[in-house]
């Protein structure tokens, strides 16, 4: 099976701007979570998608949303841009089935906020 | 909070030495644990879960529930080793892995 792809790889956007980032899971798996990861803070998680409904969501700002449609793709949008949204963002796919729970990784989108 | 600690950033040793990549987590509940590894370059992935109790590449980890620690361990590191490590309770109630800072590990020939 293919893996997680992300389009685009790269980003470079200004203040203000916004932005969306687009994310298709493996085949088959129908939960798309994003994860936003800094050198600062890390890996931090800021949503799950499951049948194209928000399922859990991360501590963040209004600013960062995203959608899930029927074919399990997902998009996440950042609006009004600020300098700190500068980041790679990571999409997982994640698998449950029996006796098993497991999230695979996307590349990632690398977002360059000036 | 939940909460993990991995409380070293780098740990270099030379190939065929022991290592031990240390983790402590602070969680409600019975999360699912996990080690993640990217590679210079490549995506995080997945090494190994603690309910499989498998060993991948040579790795494997013990859970110690009284200690709250899930520590990475193989016997004889080699090169292709060098990487970034991550420690990661997984709670399936709100779907979130909650990741470690992260440790690189440093293979010298």
């Known amino acids: 099976k293919a893996g997680v792809t992300q389009t685009p790889r790269y980003l470079i956007k200004t203040r203000g701007q916004q932005v969306t980032l687009s994310c298709s899971p493996i085949s088959g798996h129908r939960s798309v979570s994003w994860y936003q990861q800094t050198p600062g803070q890390g890996l931090q998680f800021l949503f799950e998608?499951?049948?194209?409904?928000?399922?859990n969501k991360g501590n963040f700002p209004g600013r960062f949303s995203g959608r899930q449609f029927s074919n399990s793709r997902s998009e996440m949008n950042v609006s009004t841009l600020e300098l700190g949204d500068s980041a790679l963002y990571l999409c997982?796919?994640?698998?449950?089935?029996?006796?098993?729970?497991?999230?695979?990784f996307g590349p990632g989108t690398r977002l360059t906020v000036l | 909070a939940q909460r993990v600690t991995q409380p070293e950033k780098l740990l270099s040793v030379f190939k065929g030495a022991p290592v031990e990549l240390k983790c402590n987590y602070s969680y409600s509940g019975s999360p699912e644990l996990f080690w993640y590894v990217q590679y210079s370059r490549q995506r995080l992935q997945l090494l190994l879960r603690h309910i499989s109790r498998e060993s991948i590449k040579g790795f494997t980890a013990d859970l110690n529930k009284g200690e709250t620690s899930f520590h990475l361990k193989k016997p004889f590191a080699q090169e292709e080793d060098s990487a970034m490590y991550y420690c990661?309770?997984?709670?399936?109630?709100?779907?979130?892995?909650?990741f470690g800072k992260g440790i690189t590990l440093s293979v010298r020939p």
């Open positions: 998608y499951f049948s194209e409904t928000q399922r």
């Open positions: 990661a309770p997984f709670n399936g109630a709100n779907s979130k892995l909650t």
């Open positions: 997982a796919s994640r698998y449950q089935g029996a006796g098993t729970d497991t999230q695979y």
